[in-house]
């Protein structure tokens, strides 16, 4: 993972663009001033808006980018939305946006394995020749056993309701159940994430 800048606060975003650089990334040479290059002769390579409408084509054809929509839902609940590679949403308390970096959870089926995915972005950044600033963005993924699922499913399905006066409460049980319990069992310690997924993400 590479090493993020994290002097700022995550601004409350609306719409990024998220490029997957996984791509970009030969194992043999993995360093951000590899990726930071080739994206950055992809941008010169054409105008701002041609690049963020290759991305939008991206999105639509669900390869390799997302859309991501940020929006207040409720009061103090904000809502993450996910459109392209990756569907679906995110949901956290507004307030975890004056932290060094936003992130938020839930629970996923793919593939017939039950995974805990974590929602990570962090604050804007000035490393690459375009008009706008852009963030980092990773998605985590543990592939949980059945115990491992079994302690996280209640808590999920209790943030299902959005509407729920109780809501931030239910999200703050789940954090605490993911990073004061599932992540200080021994498996975990030895093996935290089973894989991830990193994005760079780019404001229309």
Not at 23 to 50: A, C, G, H, P, R
Not at 116 to 124: S, V
Request: with cysteine; proline share 4%.
């Amino acid at each position: 993972m590479f090493n993020l800048l994290k002097k700022k606060n995550v601004p409350n975003f609306e719409i990024l663009y998220c490029l997957n650089i996984s791509n970009f990334i030969d194992k043999s040479t993995d360093t951000e001033e590899n990726v930071i290059d080739e994206i950055s002769q992809w941008l010169k390579s054409m105008s701002y808006e041609e690049f963020i409408d290759s991305l939008i084509k991206n999105v639509s054809k669900k390869e390799s980018a997302l859309k991501v929509i940020n929006s207040e839902i409720e009061s103090g609940i904000n809502q993450v939305q996910l459109e392209g590679s990756l569907s679906g949403y995110f949901i956290y308390p507004k307030s975890y946006l004056n932290k060094e970096h936003l992130q938020t959870f839930r629970l996923a089926d793919e593939d017939g394995k039950k995974y805990l995915q974590i929602f990570n972005i962090y604050p804007e950044q000035n490393k690459y020749p375009c008009e706008k600033s852009t963030m980092e963005m990773f998605v985590q993924y543990l592939d949980l056993d059945g115990h491992e699922h079994e302690l996280l499913k209640p808590l999920h399905d209790r943030m299902k309701n959005l509407k729920d006066p109780k809501l931030e409460k239910y999200i703050e049980a789940m954090h605490k159940a993911i990073f004061e319990e599932l992540l200080l069992t021994e498996k975990r310690k030895a093996k935290p994430i089973n894989f991830f997924e990193p994005y760079t993400c780019f404001q229309k």
